[in-house]
Antibody, heavy 121, light 110 residues
Framework: QVQLVESGGGVVQPGKSLRLSCAAS????????LHWVRQAPGKGLEWVAL????????YYADSAKGRFTISRDDSKNMLYLQMNSLRAEDTAIYYC??????????????WGQGTLVTVSS | QSLLTQPPSASGAPGQRVTISCSGS????????VYWYQQFPGAAPNLLIF???QRPSGVPDRFSASKSGTSASLAISGLRSEDEADYYC???????????FGGGTKLTVL
């Protein structure tokens, strides 16, 4: 079955960088778009970024533009989120989410369990 | 402020029917499909409804949804205690070239 396992979260100081990873299994990785979605403590869901199945297009929320970079390595079935210039408001659980693979835009079909990022001095 | 507006809370007694609304605009709900997600405390969200009114396999038919113009709604009939959760709507926003979520609705089963 589809499995998405995030890692790389932790406590980081404001202004620093962090890279999140998502290990995928149970499906043909290169056939699906992938998202990062985050949820601040006690708050709602916020979409962060999307990468197409072939990596040719990437989309970002305004809050992530210029600071975050989404990427994928199909040879390793891995999704990444490079986060730079982190701010306190980036504190959240970050979910790796697989798209549906059948159309545009690919919706959030399967979710990982998330990794917690805390930005604090 | 979310581009999709949901009531922060909803409630109903066991066996009752409850609806949760999601209001947007022409650039999101009005021109794209609506999706609904269920999230239990401490867990990841789970797909409940896709493409306005389609249920994934495994989702009980007590859950239904519809869309009209720039609004959508989720209905839960035969309410059960295990339906207590947060519910989120989502849609693609053409004006942002990105996804937007509603602020979420906390459902309480009385």
């Amino acid at each position: 079955q589809v499995q998405l396992v995030e890692s790389g979260g932790g406590v980081v100081q404001p202004g620093k960088s962090l890279r999140l990873s998502c290990a995928a299994s149970g499906f043909t990785f290169s056939s699906y778009g992938l998202h990062w979605v985050r949820q601040a403590p006690g708050k709602g869901l916020e979409w962060v970024a999307l990468i197409w199945y072939d990596g040719s297009n990437k989309y970002y929320a305004d809050s992530a533009k210029g600071r975050f970079t989404i990427s994928r390595d199909d040879s390793k079935n891995m999704l990444y989120l490079q986060m730079n210039s982190l701010r306190a408001e980036d504190t959240a659980i970050y979910y790796c989410v697989r798209g549906d693979g059948s159309g545009w835009p690919e919706y959030f079909q399967h979710w990982g369990q998330g990794t917690l990022v805390t930005v604090s001095s | 402020q979310s581009l999709l507006t949901q009531p922060p809370s909803a409630s109903g007694a066991p066996g009752q029917r409850v609806t949760i609304s999601c209001s947007g605009s022409n650039s999101n709900i009005g021109n794209n499909f609506v999706y609904w997600y269920q999230q239990f405390p401490g867990a990841a969200p789970n797909l409940l409804i896709f493409r306005n009114d389609q249920r994934p396999s495994g989702v009980p038919d007590r859950f239904s949804a519809s869309k009209s113009g720039t609004s959508a709604s989720l209905a839960i009939s035969g309410l059960r205690s295990e339906d207590e959760a947060d519910y989120y709507c989502a849609a693609w926003a053409d004006s942002l070239s990105g996804w937007v979520f509603g602020g979420g609705t906390k459902l309480t089963v009385l």
